[in-house]
Nanobody, 118 residues
Framework: QVQVVESGGGLVPPGGTLRLSCTASGRLERLARMGWHRQAPGKEREFVAAIGWSGDMTYYVDSVKGRFAISRDKAKNTVYLQMNSLKPEDTALYYC???????????WGQGTQVTVSS
């Protein structure tokens, strides 16, 4: 079992910045990747970014490339999503996940709300 807990959401104006955090606990040796999805009202959940747990490979959806950066602090078992130049269309509930080796099972957090509005 792996548990993940997110924090760091909030309300920011367009062009603003936020940093989301996600801390993992449990059977961390099973983790292959951690990352973020988001779901806006009336839309399907979409992939945002991911990072390899043991390496430095990162992955982004095209709409956030150049604006968001995912990073990892293994000493703190924490992954961060730095979000810059935020746009109203980034408004969504952001979910952190941990993905395990072999089964590719996803363990999800409870979500943290990001609202971009003036």
């Amino acid at each position: 079992q792996v548990q993940v807990v997110e924090s760091g959401g909030g309300l920011v104006p367009p062009g603003g910045t936020l940093r989301l955090s996600c801390t993992a606990s449990g059977r961390l040796e099973r983790l292959a990747r951690m990352g973020w999805h988001r779901q806006a009202p009336g839309k399907e959940r979409e992939f945002v970014a991911a990072i390899g747990w043991s390496g430095d490979m990162t992955y982004y959806v095209d709409s956030v490339k150049g604006r968001f950066a995912i990073s990892r602090d293994k000493a703190k078992n924490t992954v961060y999503l730095q979000m810059n130049s935020l746009k109203p269309e980034d408004t969504a509930l952001y979910y952190c996940y941990g993905e395990t080796f072999v089964t590719n099972r996803h363990y999800w957090g409870q979500g943290t709300q990001v609202t971009v509005s003036s």
